[in-house]
C-alpha cells in the first residue's frame, strides 16, 4: 500500500499522535488489513444478506 | 468429614471437578482442604508459568470456609459447591481489577460479576482469581506488558496457546479444576489444544457475554475449560442460559449436556474434514497422524467416518479477520489515538488493522460469513459431528516470534467463530517432544450434548483425561 495513501487514512481516522510515536506499527497494521481484505472473496450469489451479528436467536 | 467411600483418589490437584463436588457433597472432602492444595501448588508453580494476574487467596479460603460450613449443615449451593475456578483476565470479578492484561485498564475495578462469573458462584464454585490473557485477548504473548505471559506446563519453554493462556496452563498445570475462557478466533481451544486439555466454543449466544471486555461483538464466546468432558458439561450447565440484557444471547435455554456422554459412537456419522490439514494448511505429520488415530479409533467403536468438504480455511480466515478486525478497531478507536504507547507492541499492531478497513469489507464479510454458516449447516444436515485439525502444529517456544508468527494462524478454529457452530478441542495425543496434540469437534447449533458424546467416547478409549504435565 502506498505510504502516503496510509499516511492519509491514518490521518482520517484520528491516527496522527499514533503515526508520530508508532509509525512502523501503523504501516504493518495498514499492510495486513489490505492483504486480508485483498483476500476476501466476493459472494457467490448478490443478492446474500449479512447475517444479523445480534440476533442469533433467529439467525441461528 | 466422612472417610472410607474413596470418593477421593490420588492428588487433590488433578481431581476433577465432577469427583470434587461429589466427595465435598458426600462430606468426604473438605472444601478448605481442596483450596489448600491449589494455593499450595500455586506457590510452588505459578512463580515459573505465570498463570495468575491477581491470586485473591484470602477471598477464596473465606470462601472455601463458608462452603464447608455450608455443607456441613447440608445446605449445597449447586453442582459446583466448593470447587475452584480461575476467570481470564478480560472477565468482570466484582472488586478485583479487569485489566485485559494491559496498561490500559490497570485500574479498571469491576463492581459486579459478569454473569458467567455470578452462575459459576450460584452453583456453588469459588473465584480464585484473574489469570493471564493476551492483551486484550489479541496481542499476545507478549513481553512488554506490565505481567508476563502465561507459560506451558508441559514445557516451559513453550507458548500455551492464547488468548485465554492462563486458563489453559493453570487447569492442566492442577492449579484449579476449571477455568473460563474467551474465543473469538480460537481463544479457549488454542490454550486447550496447546495444554492438552478440554476446551469448549459453545453455540454463539448460549453462554451470556454481560460482563466480558469484547474484543469482537459478533464473534465472541464465553467457554468452559476443563481436564475432562464430564467437567466440561458440568461447567457449561451451569453458565448457559438466555440472558435478555446480551443483545447476542440466544432463545434457546441451558440443557443437560452430559446426558448422552455414555452412549458411545455407535451409529453416530462423523465427517472427518481432511483437507483442512491436508491441504489449506499442510499439518505436522504427528497431528496428522494423531487425528487419523482418532478418527480410525472412532470408527472401530461403531461411528461411520466419511469425508467431508468444506470452504478453505483461507476463506474461513480471511471473513474472520475482517469482521474481527472491524468490531475491534470500534471498541479501541479512541484508545488507539490517545493511547497507542500504553498498548503492547503486539495488540497495537493488530488492533490498527481495523483502521484501515473499509464498510465495504466489513459488509462483504458478513455477506460470505451467511454462505459459510450455509456450507457448515449443510455438511451437518449429511452428519451428526465435524472432525477436524485444531492446531496444525504443536506448541512452539514462546521466546520465538517468527515462530509464534508462523504457527498463529496456522488452525482450523476460525471457521466456527465465523458460523457460530458450537466447537470442542481436546488432546488427540503427545508428540515426540512431549507436547500435547490436539483434535476438534464441531456439532450443530445448540447440539452440546453431542460433542460431549462423542469426545467422550475418544477420552474413554484414550485414557486423555489421565495424561498430565510432568510438573511439581
Known amino acids: 500500500m502506498d505510504k502516503e495513501i496510509v499516511e492519509l487514512l491514518a490521518r482520517r481516522a484520528g491516527l496522527d499522535k499514533t503515526l508520530a510515536e508508532f509509525r512502523e506499527d501503523v504501516f504493518v497494521a495498514a499492510q495486513q488489513a489490505a492483504t486480508v481484505a485483498q483476500k476476501l472473496a466476493a459472494p457467490v450469489d448478490v443478492r446474500v444478506e449479512t447475517w444479523p451479528p445480534m440476533r442469533p436467536g433467529a439467525g441461528l | ?472
Open chain 2, 1 to 472: 468429614m466422612n472417610a472410607g467411600l474413596g470418593l477421593v483418589d490420588g492428588p487433590l490437584h488433578f481431581l476433577s471437578a465432577a469427583a470434587a463436588a461429589h466427595a465435598i457433597a458426600a462430606r468426604e472432602l473438605s472444601p478448605v482442604e481442596l483450596m489448600e492444595a491449589h494455593l499450595d501448588r500455586i506457590a510452588r508453580l505459578d512463580p515459573t508459568l505465570n498463570v495468575f494476574i491477581n491470586l485473591d487467596a484470602d477471598a477464596a479460603l473465606a470462601a472455601a470456609r463458608t462452603a464447608e460450613a455450608e455443607a456441613a449443615a447440608g445446605r449445597l449451593r449447586g453442582t459446583l459447591h466448593g470447587v475452584p475456578v480461575g476467570i481470564k483476565d478480560i472477565i468482570d470479578v466484582a472488586g478485583l481489577a479487569t485489566t485485559c492484561h494491559s496498561r490500559i485498564l490497570a485500574d479498571n475495578i469491576a463492581t459486579s460479576d459478569a454473569v458467567c462469573v455470578s452462575k459459576l458462584r450460584q452453583a456453588g464454585a469459588i473465584v480464585m482469581g484473574k489469570l493471564s490473557t493476551h492483551e486484550f485477548a489479541i496481542g499476545g504473548p507478549s513481553f512488554d506488558l506490565p505481567w508476563p505471559p502465561a507459560r506451558n506446563p508441559w514445557n516451559r519453554d513453550h507458548h500455551p496457546g492464547g488468548s485465554s493462556s492462563g486458563s489453559g496452563s493453570g487447569v492442566a498445570a492442577g492449579l484449579f479444576p476449571m477455568a473460563l475462557g474467551t474465543d473469538t478466533g480460537g481463544s479457549v481451544r488454542n490454550p486447550a489444544s496447546c495444554c492438552g486439555i478440554v476446551g469448549l466454543k459453545p453455540t454463539y449466544g448460549l453462554v451470556s457475554r454481560r460482563g466480558v471486555f469484547p474484543l469482537s461483538f459478533s464473534l465472541d464466546h464465553v467457554g468452559p475449560m476443563t481436564r475432562t468432558v464430564a467437567d466440561n458439561a458440568l461447567m457449561l450447565e451451569a453458565i448457559a442460559g438466555h440472558d435478555p440484557r446480551d443483545p447476542g444471547s440466544a432463545a434457546a435455554g441451558n440443557g443437560h449436556y452430559a446426558a448422552a456422554m455414555d452412549r458411545g459412537v455407535r451409529g453416530l456419522r462423523l465427517g472427518f474434514v481432511r483437507h483442512f490439514h491436508e491441504t489449506d494448511l499442510p499439518a505436522e505429520p504427528e497431528v496428522t497422524a494423531a487425528l487419523e488415530h482418532v478418527a480410525r479409533t472412532l470408527q472401530m467403536m461403531g461411528a461411520d467416518v466419511r469425508a467431508i468438504r468444506l470452504p478453505s480455511l483461507g476463506e474461513f480466515a480471511s471473513v474472520n479477520r475482517v469482521i474481527l478486525q472491524s468490531e475491534a478497531w470500534s471498541v479501541h478507536a479512541r484508545w488507539l489515538r490517545e493511547r497507542p504507547g500504553d498498548y503492547g507492541r503486539l495488540a497495537r499492531r493488530r488492533l490498527l488493522a481495523g483502521a484501515f478497513l473499509s464498510a465495504g469489507d466489513y459488509v462483504a464479510a458478513n455477506r460470505r460469513r451467511g454462505e459459510m454458516i450455509a456450507a457448515v449447516n449443510s455438511a451437518l444436515a449429511e452428519v451428526d459431528v465435524l472432525l477436524c485439525a485444531s492446531s496444525m502444529d504443536p506448541a512452539c517456544r514462546i521466546d520465538r516470534p517468527a515462530d509464534v508468527d508462523r504457527t498463529y494462524t496456522r488452525q482450523a478454529r476460525t471457521p466456527f467463530n465465523v458460523t457460530g457452530h458450537p466447537a470442542l478441542a481436546m488432546m488427540s495425543g503427545l508428540s515426540s517432544t512431549g507436547l500435547p496434540l490436539s483434535v476438534q469437534f464441531v456439532a450443530r447449533y445448540f447440539d452440546e450434548a453431542m460433542l460431549f458424546r462423542v469426545a467422550g467416547a475418544w477420552e474413554k478409549a484414550s485414557g486423555m483425561d489421565r495424561k498430565h504435565p510432568p510438573i511439581g
